[in-house]
């Protein structure tokens, strides 16, 4: 009986130890010698794999925007920001004013979250509210109130660096003029300036800087940390089109129909004349520009069906039109169908 016993324990320790050397040889052949896993992609049905989502959205949604990795959308309906899983092809998340109106919202950059504005006036005073709204783990925000404001009052834009936890947030009125207020990473406001109703913002992502362009089509920006402000020397017209997580500024280079010809990207602490500079194939008007996070830019055709991406010269063809581009996915709309692209 011993004996049966242990010829069974050592068939057992023989069976580990076989199954130990096999999976260490499977290692040895997946992991490369820096000691990264080496991964292969296996055709199993000798057909290109799909690489596209496709989900059924309402027909009343406007104002449709793509997370940062293509997880989710938002899209407002009858007043409502609705978060949508592309995944699940269902919406996880609707979120209404309470007693006021949801008048902006955006995505962040980098993570799944959206920062909306929430109109809250009074009889008697213009009154904003700005929350945030965290998808991955439910929790949402409220940031203070912004009061006495000029009626009626409108968010036109928000800025929200996840690394310096810095908020710029401008506010226009009927009148045509705007203010620029500012929370820190204590929560604490502060005004920063009056402005155009027109002017143009985008916040630098690794310190605290305000990067403007006025009606004038003037750029320059702004150093949050003493308040100094610099413009940018470009000759002629020019277009502040976007910041990217790295602090590269893009601007598009105008002509006499402030049609963009050209895109020059660089960061302000390089000479100017050492940015870089790409022609356009042809003049594009300001909204057929999509700059993502990673500073690819992708230029879209006239009517929305197709896009370039300006670094390599890809063209890629769409199915309807193009709703967003963030890092790595594009969304076009065919009717009520969202349609969400990989992109190489």
Same mark, same amino acid.
């Given at each position: 009986?011993?004996?049966?016993? /242990?010829a069974?324990?050592?068939?057992?320790?023989?069976?580990?130890?076989? /199954?130990?050397?096999a999976?260490?040889s499977?290692?040895?052949?997946?992991?490369?010698?820096?000691?990264?896993?080496?991964?292969?992609?296996?055709?199993?049905?000798?057909?290109?794999?799909?690489?596209?989502?496709?989900?059924?959205?309402?027909?009343?949604?406007r104002?449709?925007?793509?997370?940062?990795d293509?997880?989710?959308?938002?899209?407002?309906?009858?007043?409502?920001?609705?978060?949508?899983?592309?995944?699940?092809?269902?919406?996880?998340?609707?979120?209404?004013?309470?007693?006021?109106?949801?008048?902006?919202?955006?995505?962040?950059?980098?993570?799944?979250?959206?920062?909306?504005?929430?109109?809250v006036s009074?009889?008697?005073?213009?009154r904003?509210?700005?929350?945030?709204?965290?998808?991955?783990?439910?929790?949402?925000r409220?940031?203070?109130v912004?009061?006495?404001l000029s009626?009626?009052?409108?968010v036109?834009?928000?800025?929200?660096?996840?690394?310096t936890?810095?908020?710029?947030?401008?506010?226009?009125?009927?009148?045509?003029?705007?203010?620029?207020?500012?929370?820190?990473? /204590?929560n604490n406001?502060?005004?920063?300036?009056?402005?155009?109703?027109?002017?143009?913002?985008?916040?630098?992502?690794?310190s605290?800087?305000?990067?403007y362009q006025?009606?004038?089509?003037?750029?320059?920006?702004?150093?949050?940390?003493?308040?100094?402000?610099?413009?940018?020397g470009?000759k002629?017209?020019?277009?502040?089109?976007?910041?990217?997580a790295?602090?590269?500024?893009?601007?598009?280079?105008?002509?006499?129909?402030?049609?963009?010809?050209?895109i020059?990207?660089?960061?302000?602490?390089?000479?100017?004349d050492?940015?870089?500079?790409?022609t356009?194939?042809?003049?594009?008007?300001?909204?057929?520009?999509?700059?993502?996070?990673?500073?690819?830019?992708?230029?879209?055709?006239?009517?929305?069906?197709?896009?370039?991406?300006?670094?390599?010269g890809?063209?890629?063809?769409?199915?309807?039109?193009?709703?967003?581009?963030?890092?790595?996915?594009?969304a076009?709309?065919?009717?009520?169908?969202?349609v969400?692209?990989?992109?190489?």
């Amino acid at each position: 009986m011993l004996k049966k016993t /242990m010829a069974r324990i050592y068939r057992w320790i023989l069976l580990s130890v076989m /199954m130990q050397v096999a999976v260490l040889s499977f290692l040895n052949s997946y992991v490369s010698r820096s000691g990264e896993f080496k991964f292969q992609s296996i055709d199993l049905s000798g057909e290109e794999i799909d690489n596209t989502i496709e989900t059924e959205i309402p027909s009343n949604v406007r104002d449709i925007k793509m997370s940062h990795d293509g997880t989710y959308i938002a899209y407002m309906q009858d007043g409502k920001l609705v978060i949508h899983d592309l995944l699940a092809e269902q919406a996880v998340k609707t979120i209404d004013g309470g007693d006021g109106t949801i008048s902006y919202y955006e995505w962040l950059p980098d993570r799944n979250m959206v920062i909306y504005a929430i109109d809250v006036s009074t009889q008697y005073s213009g009154r904003i509210q700005l929350n945030t709204y965290e998808v991955d783990t439910d929790i949402e925000r409220e940031y203070p109130v912004l009061k006495n404001l000029s009626k009626p009052c409108k968010v036109d834009a928000i800025e929200l660096s996840t690394f310096t936890k810095v908020l710029y947030v401008k506010i226009s009125n009927n009148s045509g003029r705007a203010v620029i207020y500012k929370f820190n990473i /204590m929560n604490n406001l502060f005004w920063v300036m009056e402005t155009s109703s027109e002017t143009v913002i985008y916040e630098a992502n690794l310190s605290d800087i305000l990067f403007y362009q006025n009606e004038k089509f003037e750029i320059a920006y702004r150093d949050g940390s003493n308040g100094s402000r610099k413009s940018l020397g470009f000759k002629g017209k020019t277009m502040l089109l976007s910041v990217d997580a790295e602090d590269t500024v893009f601007v598009g280079r105008l002509n006499d129909d402030n049609r963009i010809t050209a895109i020059t990207r660089g960061k302000i602490e390089e000479p100017e004349d050492s940015w870089r500079t790409e022609t356009l194939e042809e003049p594009v008007s300001r909204n057929q520009v999509y700059i993502t996070s990673n500073g690819t830019v992708y230029i879209s055709s006239s009517d929305g069906k197709s896009i370039y991406n300006l670094d390599d010269g890809e063209k890629i063809e769409l199915r309807g039109k193009i709703v967003d581009i963030v890092n790595g996915y594009i969304a076009s709309k065919d009717g009520n169908t969202l349609v969400i692209r990989e992109l190489k």
